[in-house]
């Protein structure tokens, strides 16, 4: 029996789902078709996070996955990666980089709408949705209470260790630095 490409763990923050880049991206979607079709009652309604460590993953994999877990009734919550020469950290999330004297918070206690452009040079929260058509820019991370169905831009210009979170990730875009 052939080593799966796609696994799944356990945290203390839900289900974590790994790939393993070794096989085809393809490949690894009739896995996790297998994978789940094999255990419905249990994956069904659950909400999982994606460890992409360092590879990059673009966007058209991104919509193949999702059609692939909602079939299953399963639910993306986020994409973790692994920066180059670490190694993922015990929690899901990664880690919020730490602020200098510098770093500012943005609040906007609404949803974003269509058209509407949100920047600013620290941190972002939204605690509302971030529509399609909505664009979101921030010098450092940005975390959204809702769904993230727009544009996000964390770290910009240059900060790699920013983070991008929402309850919901469905974006049309995301960039980091």
């Known amino acids: 029996m052939s080593k799966s490409g796609v696994k799944f763990s356990g945290t203390d923050y839900g289900l974590l789902m790994r790939l393993e880049w070794e096989t085809s991206f393809p490949q690894l979607l009739v896995e996790?078709?297998?994978?789940?079709?094999?255990?419905?009652?249990?994956?069904?309604?659950?909400?999982?996070?994606?460890?992409?460590?360092?590879?990059?993953?673009?966007?058209?994999?991104?919509?193949?996955?999702?059609?692939?877990?909602?079939?299953?009734?399963?639910?993306?919550?986020?994409?973790?990666?692994?920066?180059?020469?670490?190694?993922?950290r015990p929690a899901v999330m990664p880690p919020m980089p730490q602020p200098d004297a510098h770093t500012t918070l943005h609040i906007e206690r609404r949803t974003v709408r269509s058209g509407e452009k949100i920047a600013a040079e620290g941190h972002v929260i939204v605690m509302g949705d971030i529509n399609p058509g909505a664009e979101v820019i921030a010098g450092s991370s940005i975390f959204v209470w809702g769904s993230l169905k727009g544009t996000a831009y964390a770290g910009v210009p240059d900060r790699s260790d920013a983070v991008i979170a929402a309850l919901h990730l469905a974006p049309i875009q995301l960039r980091i630095a």
């Not at 058209?60 to 692939?68: A, F, G, H, P």
């Open 32 to 88: 996790l078709e297998e994978h789940l079709q094999q255990s419905l009652s249990f994956f069904s309604g659950a909400q999982v996070f994606l460890e992409v460590g360092q590879r990059p993953i673009l966007q058209q994999d991104m919509e193949q996955l999702t059609v692939v877990l909602e079939r299953y009734d399963v639910a993306l919550q986020g994409v973790i990666s692994a920066p180059p020469g670490h190694s993922r």
